[in-house]
């Protein structure tokens, strides 16, 4: 816990917004410093928000993340500990990233992303192209 928490207060809103051009460093503990239990519960809070889309994509995404090593994966909370206290984690490595953040309306309102930086959902792909492929 002592290296997992990085801030005591959670922030009001996630730090890895598509728009923003350059995500967050991984920080926190890495699973490499991790019990065999506590990886496994990494593994499966990965898989939770992974396999919210079709099961071949999520597949495909947790084998690059396993090719990468969990190991290289790291934890990070923020906040408080009991219900109704505002808190925050992020789990990521140099390819991706997932976050939590519940600090609102008595921490009952969730907000969460994930993002592979080398295939962003988020990102606006159509004007990145006509950018890089149609320059004047």
Do not use: C
């Not at 071949?56 to 993340?65: P, R």
């Amino acid at each position: 816990r002592k290296t997992a928490v990085v801030l005591t207060e959670a922030p009001k809103e996630i730090f890895n917004d598509p728009k923003r051009p350059n995500p967050t460093k991984p920080e926190g503990i890495p699973a490499s410093k991790m019990s065999a239990e506590q990886q496994a519960t990494l593994v499966k809070i990965i898989k939770l928000y992974l396999f919210r889309v079709r099961t071949d994509v999520a597949a495909e995404e947790f084998a690059k993340i396993e090719k990468a090593g969990i190991g290289n994966v790291y934890f990070e909370w923020a906040g408080g500990f009991e219900l109704g206290q505002p808190h925050y984690y992020r789990v990521q490595n140099t390819a991706f990233v997932l976050e939590y953040d519940n600090t609102q309306n008595n921490a009952n309102h969730v907000h969460s992303i994930w993002r592979n930086f080398a295939n962003d959902f988020g990102l606006d792909l159509l004007k990145q192209h006509v950018s890089e492929g149609h320059a004047k």
